[in-house]
């Protein structure tokens, strides 16, 4: 019996590195389908960072809703988990009204919780996070290393030692639960009710590195400098462990001369790029298109949509 699946919502996935044109272009594949956006940046969520996260601009929020932007503070622990809950319940609730939704930016862990999702973490108490980012303070990363090698040897035998933050994560996890962080670690892809397709934009690396430097310009213009002093008393929070702000923080600081702050964001900014491109790259579900081409987009993902009812209906 032939089977219509003419009505399955879709999620349009919209990826690839900072400064490419994810925005423009998501915008423009959600007025063609008369839709809304789902933003997956993981610093566009903080009200307080309005310069340094290069936020649509207010006509372009007006002609589009989008959400997921500027929704928490900075002082609100947030995390990719959380993240993947509240987009799903967002979503059952737009497939609603829109057969198709887009989801938009190069958080990579964001993007990978909502298509593929992350294992199932308890909420971690923010008096073991404290203790235990106060001891590597004092102590160094290698008292974090000892502390995880003897409460889960497992995850010490393949975690990438160098990476605090992965540490202090899993640390957090074996002192809440009495439990080792492997043990909740699963790895499986989660079956979601709607298909994704997703699209990836890219260009030559002379391209990408200048559209990288032409933003910063534009931030510094806008007044980067200034809403970085404003949260220099807040530098301690994770949101705020970002390129563009970090950077003049060091500067605030004394470490680094503040006529080398721009040049240092520009250079550690095209570093973030190489890593999203690298990590995107090996979904090959992601189909790429050149920021030059882009329109071709929306004709490949009718063609998509299209290919599938007609595979669907003649089962």
Not at 63 to 83: C, D, G, Q
Not at 124 to 152: A, C, H, T, Y
Not at 248 to 260: H, T
Request: net charge neutral; proline share 5%; hydrophobic share 35%.
């Amino acid at each position: 019996m032939p089977v219509n699946n003419r009505n399955i919502p879709y999620l349009i996935v919209v990826t690839g590195p900072t400064a490419i044109g994810k925005s423009a272009v998501s915008l423009e594949i959600a007025q063609h389908f008369n839709t809304e956006i789902i933003s997956a940046d993981s610093r566009q969520l903080y009200r307080e960072m309005k310069i340094g996260t290069a936020v649509p601009e207010p006509q372009e929020l007006q002609l589009v809703p989008h959400h997921f932007v500027h929704t928490r503070s900075i002082h609100e622990y947030y995390n990719a988990s959380r993240f993947e809950s509240e987009v799903l319940n967002k979503l059952e609730e737009l497939y609603l009204v829109h057969r198709v939704v887009v989801m938009a930016g190069g958080s990579m862990l964001y993007v990978d919780a909502v298509c593929n999702g992350i294992d199932d973490l308890p909420e971690v108490d923010p008096e073991i996070r404290r203790m235990l980012i106060s001891e590597f303070e004092q102590n160094g990363i290698e008292s974090l290393r000892i502390r995880l090698k003897m409460l889960d040897p497992a995850y010490y035998a393949e975690v990438d030692l160098k990476n605090h933050k992965r540490l202090l994560h899993a640390l957090e996890i074996c002192l809440m639960t009495g439990k080792p962080y492997s043990g909740f670690r699963k790895n499986q892809v989660k079956k979601r009710p709607f298909r994704i397709i997703k699209t990836g934009l890219t260009a030559s690396r002379d391209i990408i590195y200048d559209r990288i430097n032409r933003r910063v310009d534009q931030m510094v213009l806008e007044g980067l400098e200034e809403e970085a002093q404003i949260l220099y008393p807040f530098r301690d929070n994770n949101a705020l462990n970002t390129v563009g702000y970090r950077e003049w923080f060091d500067a605030f600081d004394g470490k680094i001369p503040p006529g080398e702050v721009v040049e240092k964001i520009k250079s550690n900014t095209r570093r973030y790029a190489r890593k999203q491109l690298t990590w995107f790259k090996r979904d090959q579900a992601v189909k790429w298109f050149d920021i030059g081409h882009k329109e071709e987009i929306i004709p490949w993902l009718e063609e998509q949509m299209q290919n599938e009812w007609n595979n669907t209906e003649n089962w």
